[in-house]
């Protein structure tokens, strides 16, 4: 067994298509893991399924999620 544990820290942002100009829109971590491919399913996870951390005026993941489907036509 490995002496280290790994996590993965991540914040999501976002931009309208035409601008540069980037907004926090969450964060969260994968928490201590063994290994690497445990700490990312754990941020992938999160990511699909919108249980990112948010804060203040943050948009909610669900809206976020639904409107990535409504741009991809799903």
């Known amino acids: 067994m490995s002496e280290y544990e790994y ?3 991540y914040t ?8 540069d100009d980037w907004e926090e829109i969450g964060f969260g971590s994968s928490a201590a893991w063994s290994d690497l491919d445990a700490a990312s399913y754990a941020v992938t996870s999160d990511l699909q399924n919108g249980t990112w951390e948010t804060e203040g005026d943050h948009p909610d993941p669900a809206d976020v999620l639904a409107d990535i ?3 991809k036509g799903q």
Request: proline share 0%; charged share 35%; aromatic share 0%.
């Open 7 to 9: 996590r993965v820290e």
């Open 12 to 19: 999501i942002q976002r931009s309208t298509v035409d601008e």
């Open 69 to 71: 489907q409504v741009v």
